[in-house]
């Protein structure tokens, strides 16, 4: 008979680790797939007008307009194609590095336009741009986990 314990920590209590350890592949799926179905909004506002957005034409023209892009409508069809889109490939862990990466370099260049405007996300900063960026990185490194169609289609790059 096999008898399975559980670390124990100061006071004779159980870990966190002995708690919660086996849990580690449900966390990371969870971040992954809250982060593409955040992401997939805004990419449905900049092309379909959706969610209270303005649409592709509108949007180009903020892009072109307010952001100085010299191709405004190309720009807002590539961020918003990396936001539903990647945030659906990266929802679903398929072709997880490649989406997260895309998500990442937009993010990234998105919060640059967010830099005059302090820290703080409530005051139009970088603070929710740059954590994204992060976000979107730390699945570029990891991949999509052990639930993700990737790993259901062993789909290794």
């Known amino acids: 008979m ?91 862990g398929l072709f997880t590095r490649s989406a997260a990466i895309a998500v990442t370099v937009m993010l990234a260049v998105a919060s640059t336009f967010h830099f005059g405007t302090g820290f703080f996300w409530t005051d139009g900063g970088w603070e929710y741009p740059i954590l994204w960026a992060i976000v979107g990185f730390s699945f570029a490194l990891k991949g999509g986990g052990r639930y993700s169609l990737d790993q259901k289609f062993g789909i290794k790059y």
């Open 2 to 92: 096999t008898t399975q314990t559980t670390a124990q920590g100061p006071f004779g209590l159980p870990t966190l680790e002995g708690i919660l350890g086996g849990y580690s592949d449900i966390g990371t799926t969870l971040t992954r797939v809250a982060a593409g179905l955040f992401l997939m909004p805004h990419g449905a506002q900049k092309l379909f007008g959706w969610f209270g957005g303005y649409g592709l034409e509108a949007t180009g023209q903020f892009f072109a307009g307010q952001l100085g892009f010299s191709n405004g409508y190309l720009a807002a069809l590539g961020a918003g194609s990396v936001e539903f889109f990647g945030g659906l490939l990266l929802a679903l």
